[in-house]
C-alpha cells in the first residue's frame, strides 16, 4: 500500500490500491499544495519484474523515467506502451512512467489550471503563465518525490518529458527554458500557434545559432545535451475528403480546420526543426510526420515512437 508524503509544501495522499488484475504495478495520488490551492493526480506505473509495492522494490534495479502531460488522457496509453515493450536486456535499465493530470470531479479546475499549467510566460509574466512554476512542481518536488520517497531503492538515470498538444507546447518552451531538466524532450503536435507563434522566435533567441560568437565558450559536450522529438500528423494542417463526406461538407471542415489553431502545424513544426537543428544545443533532433494522421490521433502514436527514441541512446 502506498502511504501519504509530503515535500517542499505539497502533499501526496494516495489513492485506494486497485486489484493487481486491474491495474498491475499501478498507483495514484493526488498532490496537493494548499497555498498554492493547487491539485495533481499523479499516476506511477513500474515493470511487472519489480515488486507489486513500490516501496519494497529491490536495490539492484535501475530505471529509466517519461514524464507524461495530461495523464488523464495519455498515463494508462504511455504505461501501456512501456508494458507491451520486451524485457529489456540485462545491461539495460528499466523503464517507468509518472504522468501528471488532474482530479476530474471539477472540470472546470482541471481545464483552467491545465491552461495556467502550459502557458510560457511570453512575452511577460502575467497572472495565468504558469509554465514556470508547473516546471519547478516536476523537477524539483515531483521527480525527488518519486525517486527519494516512492522508490527510494532504484538508481535512476535518464528522464524524458512528453507532452500533446498545449502540453508540447510546454514540452519546447521547458526546452529553451530549462535544458538540462530533462534527457529528452517529446513535443507531440505542439501549440506553436500561440500567442502568434512567439515560442518559435524565443527558441532562436535562447538557444542561439550554431556559431558561436568570439569569447565565448562551445556548446557543452555531446553527452550532455538534450534530444529533441518533433512530431504531427499530416492531415492536420491538409485534411483530405473522408469517405463518407460530400464534397460540401469536405469543404465545410477544411474550413474550420484552417481556422483553427493548428492551420500551420506542418509549416511551424518545420521552423521549430530548423530552429533547433540549426542552434547547435541539442545532441540530436528529429521531425516525424505521421501519415493518415489527424491532431488527437497522434497523440498516442508519438508516444510510443518516443519511447523507443528515448530509450535507444
Not at 495519455?74 to 528499466?94: L, N, S
Not at 529533441?228 to 464534397?247: A, N
Request: charged share 20%; with cysteine.
Amino acid at each position: 500500500m502506498a502511504l501519504a508524503s509530503s515535500l517542499n509544501g505539497w502533499s501526496f495522499h494516495p489513492y485506494p490500491a486497485f486489484a493487481p488484475t486491474l491495474y498491475p504495478n499501478t498507483a495514484f495520488w493526488n498532490a496537493t499544495n494548499p497555498s498554492k490551492n493547487v491539485t495533481y493526480q499523479i499516476q506511477l506505473s513500474w515493470p511487472f519484474s519489480w515488486s507489486s509495492s513500490p516501496n519494497t522494490t529491490a536495490s539492484n534495479k535501475t530505471a529509466l523515467t517519461m514524464y507524461v502531460l495530461d495523464g488523464n488522457a495519455y498515463g494508462t496509453t504511455a504505461a501501456e506502451a512501456v508494458k507491451r515493450r520486451p524485457p529489456p536486456a540485462p545491461t539495460q535499465p528499466d523503464h517507468l512512467v509518472v504522468s501528471i493530470g488532474y482530479p476530474l470531479t471539477d472540470a472546470v479546475y482541471a481545464i483552467t489550471q491545465r491552461g495556467i499549467d502550459f502557458s510560457p510566460p511570453l512575452p511577460t509574466p502575467g497572472p495565468t503563465s504558469g509554465a514556470d512554476d508547473f516546471l519547478t512542481f516536476i523537477s524539483g518536488t515531483l521527480r525527488p518525490w518519486v525517486r527519494k520517497r516512492v522508490f527510494p531503492s532504484v538508481k535512476f538515470k535518464r528522464d524524458a518529458l512528453y507532452g500533446h498538444s498545449f502540453g508540447g507546447l510546454f514540452v519546447v518552451y521547458s526546452l529553451i527554458s530549462r535544458p538540462d531538466a530533462f534527457d529528452t524532450f517529446l513535443a507531440a503536435s505542439p501549440s506553436l500557434w500561440w500567442n502568434r507563434g512567439i515560442i518559435l522566435d524565443e527558441v532562436s533567441n535562447r538557444l542561439g545559432s550554431l556559431a558561436t560568437p568570439p569569447g565565448l565558450s562551445t556548446p557543452a559536450a555531446n553527452h550532455s545535451r538534450p534530444a529533441v522529438m518533433i512530431t504531427y500528423g499530416d492531415l492536420e494542417q491538409f485534411p483530405v475528403r473522408r469517405r463518407k463526406e460530400t464534397e460540401a461538407e469536405f469543404q465545410a471542415r477544411k474550413g474550420r480546420i484552417m481556422t483553427r489553431f493548428n492551420a500551420s502545424m506542418t509549416v511551424q513544426c518545420h521552423d521549430l526543426y530548423d530552429r533547433i537543428k540549426g542552434s547547435g544545443k541539442v545532441r540530436d533532433v528529429i521531425l516525424k510526420e505521421y501519415a493518415g494522421q489527424e491532431h488527437n490521433s497522434v497523440a498516442a502514436s508519438a508516444i510510443t515512437d518516443g519511447l523507443e527514441y528515448f530509450v535507444d541512446w
